[in-house]
């Protein structure tokens, strides 16, 4: 009896521990994004930007902060102000280095409620847009921290951004 009672502990712990696992491993099913546009010489305020992925269309004007459904799939954004050519931009996503740990902790349930949510997925903390081009970026060279973009828009007026 007495070996019973730390062998159940013990399995009510492993088991809280592989319950909790997605949600204390992940960091959540959408990220902020700071979208900039600029032409070849200088910086663009004011223009207007839609960005969508399979989980939703986001809306931002620059400079300035949307939060988005983070997804497997790339977003596609477009930025448009009277007067210059369109600025477009294919974001790749990619798979955050904690869905490696959501396997180890939270078990196969735990990853693919991760992978299914879109949480398991990463888009750049910040993304720069040129007017007049079509670009495409990876998540892993083109990302920077959420508080580095912040820190780089900290003096522009941002708006609000809107979900559809």
């Known amino acids: 009896m007495t070996i019973l009672k730390p062998l159940s502990l013990l399995a009510v ?3 809280a521990v592989t319950m909790t696992g997605c949600a204390a491993i992940s960091t959540g099913t959408s990220q902020v994004i700071s979208v900039q546009t600029k032409t070849a010489d200088a910086s663009v305020v ?8 399979d989980k939703g269309d986001y809306f931002v004007t620059t400079p300035g902060f ?5 997804a497997y799939g790339d977003m596609r954004i477009k930025c448009t102000k009277p007067g ?8 790749k996503s990619s798979t955050k280095a904690m869905a490696l740990g ?5 078990g196969v349930i735990g990853a693919g409620i991760d992978a299914g949510t879109g ?6 903390a910040l ?3 040129s007017f007049g081009q079509d670009i495409t970026l990876k ?3 083109a990302a920077t921290s959420t508080k580095d973009a912040q820190q780089q828009d900290a003096s522009n007026a941002t708006q609000p951004a809107v979900a559809k």
């Open 13 to 15: 712990a492993a088991i």
């Open 46 to 53: 004011g223009a207007a930007c839609e960005l969508k992925n």
């Open 66 to 70: 949307v939060t988005v459904h983070r």
């Open 84 to 91: 210059e050519p369109d600025a477009l931009a294919t974001v």
């Open 102 to 106: 959501n396997v180890l902790f939270g």
């Open 119 to 124: 949480a398991a997925y990463d888009y750049p």
């Open 127 to 129: 993304v720069t847009l």
């Open 139 to 141: 998540s892993t060279s």
